[in-house]
């Protein structure tokens, strides 16, 4: 599936072709530190379809508990989470999907991950009371 991606003030700007079946959610604490939220969902992209339209990402390096050296690259201007760069374990992008124009398409995510880090009340968000909000 062709994507098109964006950081929150438009000035990173990418498009890619994405397994949308590959569509996963991560618990781990670097996912929920690094978002600001209790998970991040992700898509993967190989790199000979990945590419960088518009502006430079800022890249920040982090050594994962695997000793893996992952870069996640972020608008240096609106500070938005853009994707990871491949690594020596993982050869694809992975892909933010909050900054994709065809998030909406997606089907719902295969498989979620590092679930022990799982906030607790997630299995019980149904229960939350919704505002719905429109423009």
């Given amino acids: 599936m062709k994507v ?4 929150h003030c438009g000035k990173i700007a990418y498009t890619a072709v ?3 079946t590959e569509v996963q959610i991560c618990h781990c604490l670097d ?3 690094l978002t600001g939220s209790a998970f991040r969902v992700t898509v993967p ?3 000979e379809t990945f590419e960088l339209i518009q502006g430079q990402p800022r890249i920040y390096y982090k050594i994962a508990d695997s000793g893996s050296r992952r870069g996640h690259a972020f608008c240096p ?3 938005a989470p ?3 760069m491949p690594t020596d ?3 694809n992008y992975s892909l933010r999907v909050g900054g994709l124009d065809q998030r ?3 089907p719902i995510p295969r498989r979620q991950i590092w679930t022990k880090r799982r906030s607790p009340w997630i299995d019980r968000i149904q229960e939350i009371p919704e505002i719905s909000f429109q423009r």
């Fill in 89 to 91: 374990n993982n050869p």
């Fill in 45 to 47: 992209a190989a790199p």
């Fill in 77 to 79: 201007d609106c500070g």
């Fill in 31 to 33: 996912c929920q530190t």
């Fill in 18 to 20: 994405v397994d949308a």
């Fill in 4 to 7: 098109d991606g964006r950081c």
């Fill in 104 to 106: 909406a398409d997606l």
């Fill in 82 to 84: 853009i994707f990871r």
